[in-house]
């Protein structure tokens, strides 16, 4: 939501820097397309006393973090800003695949009814939402006059605010299987193409992706276009 708008109005950057920041963000979500179902893949074949979701759940998180807080704390210039955003953001793309396909993964091992289930994942789409809509909200309103310092100071308390609650989740939330461990047949591994062919054949899977594509699209573009509108309007003057 607001890393394109920080680099846009804090790092020096030439047309050409510019232009390929563009690009590895393009690239980095084309790569985020192809990580997913081998990310939930490596996920679904895990095996360990702490189950298949929460290792990932926790490296995920505790990489994510640092690289969140590392990605608006560290200013190299020039190139060299390029090549660390480059590495950093691919890095940010994959650990955050980590944590979230395995998060989301564990949602519906949470309840055996279907309709706690869809409470549970209700429940999340609110909170997620009304989380990004406080972060759209105040982000533009206490980031103009020195924006540098706002940046790295709100990434350093969303980091640590999102490691916590991870770690909660790890540490209290149960699944089925780690309460009926014993009586649960293990599930067979599958392969990458597998997955693929699974996602493929499902139609109803399908116009979902499809909406969620169309919906971050709009969404992304509004929010650049929105936060960029306030800055021009209201944020040179530091008001």
């Known amino acids: 939501m607001v890393l394109i708008v920080y680099i846009q109005y804090t790092i020096t950057l030439t047309v050409a820097q510019f232009s390929m920041i563009s690009l590895i963000i393009v690239l980095n979500t084309v790569w985020d397309a192809i990580n997913d179902p081998i990310m939930a893949t490596i996920v679904e074949n895990t095996r360990g006393k702490w189950g298949k979701f929460k290792p990932w ?141 699974i996602v493929w054949g499902n139609k109803q899977m399908l116009w979902a992706v499809a909406s969620i594509c169309l919906l971050d699209l709009s969404a992304g573009i509004t929010n650049s276009f929105g936060v960029t509108f306030f800055y021009f309007d209201f944020g040179y003057d530091g008001t």
């Open 57 to 197: 759940i926790l490296l995920g998180a505790i990489l994510s973090a640092i690289i969140m807080i590392a990605i608006f704390t560290i200013r190299p210039e020039g190139w060299g800003f390029v090549v660390f955003f480059g590495v950093l953001s691919l890095l940010w793309s994959m650990t955050a695949t980590m944590n979230g396909i395995a998060w989301w993964g564990m949602l519906p091992t949470l309840a055996i009814e279907a309709k706690s289930r869809d409470l549970l994942v209700t429940l999340v789409a609110l909170f997620s939402n009304v989380g990004g809509f406080i972060v759209a909200g105040v982000v533009p309103v206490v980031t103009t006059g020195n924006a540098v310092a706002a940046y790295r100071n709100i990434a350093l308390i969303i980091g640590l605010v999102f490691l916590a609650t991870q770690i909660a989740v790890v540490l209290f939330v149960k699944e089925k299987h780690d309460l009926d461990v014993e009586t649960e047949e293990k599930p067979k591994r599958i392969s990458v193409k597998e997955m693929l062919k």
